[in-house]
């Protein structure tokens, strides 16, 4: 298995989040020795220029073996998707957040997958899909 983990930081994830041109908000959690008291490693906060919200989580270092990774690492984090500031599931035909408002898990190749997506989300097509019925998860 030729996997390489590629560790995400506050940082690293708000970068990718600007890059989608989003305004962020970056706070560390848990220390590398464990002191703070917050339940996550990291988490960033970002709002598109459409409007529409991701909230990313990285609840806990992941221990690798020596030849897979060094030590604690974050490569896996968890987004939510936030629209008119409560949690929300993406209108059907996209590969992100369908039905449901968290996608966990996600590696750094995944979350760029997810920031794309939102960043070029089309608010009115909640209202379009509202309006048929046609709106995943309602």
Known sequence: MDQTYKPMTADSV????????????????????YSAPREFS??????FP?????????????YR????????VNDMVDAMLLRDGALSSLPKGFS?????????????????????CIAGVNPKLYLL???????AGS
């Open 65 to 72: 073996d020596p030849w897979e990774a060094v030590g604690r």
């Open 129 to 135: 899909q509202e309006m048929t019925g046609d709106l």
């Open 96 to 116: 992100w957040f369908q039905g449901i408002e968290e996608e966990c898990g996600l590696d750094e190749e995944r979350l760029r997958e997810v920031v794309a």
């Open 42 to 47: 990291f988490e960033v906060k970002a709002i």
């Open 14 to 33: 708000g970068d990718i989040l600007k890059e989608a041109g989003a305004e962020v908000q970056v706070r560390s959690g848990r220390s590398e020795n």
């Open 50 to 62: 459409n409007g529409m919200g991701l909230h990313v989580v990285a609840r806990q270092f992941n």
